[in-house]
């Protein structure tokens, strides 16, 4: 048994999702309107990385520009021996559309379809990578201490990353949506331009 329905977002970052069976949702980015962060590399792999579970898989780092005096390092991610670690640097919209897939007793998001032209397909994103991590912007509450209950300080929205593996689908797609929101600057808001992603390419 399975039921149908879709949802359009008209925010600057739009996705299209479709439920088929169960186990398989999907969603596709549409279009963008202004941006203004660009970094040229959200996201990268770092140096170190560790065989695992006697020769199964590795583990390695990433880093992130999240807007700070350094990158934002991300460990202890895992990867089967017969993969490979892609990272990209998309232009928003991206063209992608994900899909929600039964692996064993898991669920993974993978890369169903790569829109002819999009900036996914220049990224050289491929049909069946896995989507492990995004970038994302959160809503951070701002600190408060004793001297600050009369007049709390704001929250901000800062650039941030979102590891996606067992995830609920949605969630992950609203992670990537969040790059609609304008993230705070100390010269005021400003759109992200662009999103960061961490792939997983089976070469077997």
Known sequence: MSCAASAVFSRPVALTARRGAPASRRASSLRCEAAGIKTGKA????????EVGNGEGFETEFLFDLGGETPAPVKGLRFKKDSEVVTVTIPRPLG???EEKLDGIYQKIVVDEVLEGSNASKADVKVGDVLRITTA????????DVTAWLNPPKSSNCKAFYVADQKPFDKVMDAIKSHAVPVDTPDGPMEVEEVGLVLERPTA
């Not at 912007?137 to 408060?144: E, R």
């Open 43 to 50: 996201v990268w792999r770092g140096e170190n990385t560790t």
């Open 137 to 144: 912007v959160f809503n951070v509450p701002g600190v408060i």
């Open 96 to 98: 992608i559309v994900f």
